[in-house]
T-cell receptor, first 112, second 114 residues
Framework: DAGVIQSPRHEVTEMGQEVTLRCKPISGHDYLFWYRQTMMRGLELLIYFNNNVPIDDSGMPEDRFSAKMPNASFSTLKIQPSEPRDSAVYFC??????????FGQGTRLTVV | GNSVTQMEGPVTLSEEAFLTINCTYTATGYPSLFWYVQYPGEGLQLLLKATKADDKGSNKGFEATYRKETTSFHLEKGSVQVSDSAVYFCALSAVSGGSYIPTFGRGTSLIVHP
């Protein structure tokens, strides 16, 4: 398996624009996590899915953020509208129950 | 709730020095414990793990022992190399709201000088 695949690797966008981050988890994994990493806050769990169902989105900072998992092999994290304070590295990770999480390479988002 | 506390960095060492990064945890039940490493520009990757008390995880010269009595999982390496420079995250996996959720510490930056 190629591991968790995220796209794009880098995204630069203007304030107010919509941003969509994409993730392909490892085949067979039943958990998918979205994290945000910044120097100030460290690694924050935004939302996670179990068997494609969103379980806990309490970490999503605002209504501007939304995530979907239409099938077991694809998930998106959308920010609309984007703001400069959303600039961060966004990671997707997948796992089996109670095992280690496998992380993607991340998407570095810059909102100007 | 579940939580992980690890020592703040950066930790700065000379090559071949001994490394310890402290990690303590709070969790319900019997968590699995992990150390992850993050190299610049990359995602986190698993370094080692332990799934029950007194287990020792080891990989690439790094070791950590699951100490239930002190709720600790300290990372050690006898002789660090410049290539070990990275950020290290202690983590646990435990039940939270019916699901096994990973909980991460803040990360500790390690800088190794030649």
């Amino acid at each position: 398996d190629a591991g968790v695949i995220q796209s794009p690797r880098h995204e630069v966008t203007e304030m107010g624009q919509e941003v969509t981050l994409r993730c392909k988890p490892i085949s067979g994994h039943d958990y998918l996590f979205w994290y945000r990493q910044t120097m100030m806050r460290g690694l924050e769990l935004l939302i996670y899915f179990n068997n494609n169902v969103p379980i806990d989105d309490s970490g999503m900072p605002e209504d501007r953020f939304s995530a979907k998992m239409p099938n077991a092999s694809f998930s998106t994290l959308k920010i609309q509208p984007s703001e400069p304070r959303d600039s961060a590295v966004y990671f997707c990770a997948s796992s089996l129950e109670n095992t280690e999480a496998f992380f993607g390479q991340g998407t570095r988002l810059t909102v100007v | 709730g579940n939580s992980v506390t690890q020592m703040e960095g950066p930790v700065t060492l000379s090559e071949e020095a001994f490394l310890t990064i402290n990690c303590t945890y709070t969790a319900t039940g019997y968590p699995s414990l992990f150390w992850y490493v993050q190299y610049p520009g990359e995602g986190l990757q698993l370094l080692l793990k332990a799934t029950k008390a007194d287990d020792k995880g080891s990989n690439k010269g790094f070791e950590a022992t699951y100490r239930k009595e002190t709720t600790s999982f300290h990372l050690e390496k006898g002789s660090v190399q410049v290539s070990d420079s990275a950020v290290y995250f202690c983590a646990l996996s435990a039940v939270s709201g019916g699901s096994y959720i990973p909980t991460f510490g803040r990360g500790t930056s390690l800088i190794v000088h030649p």
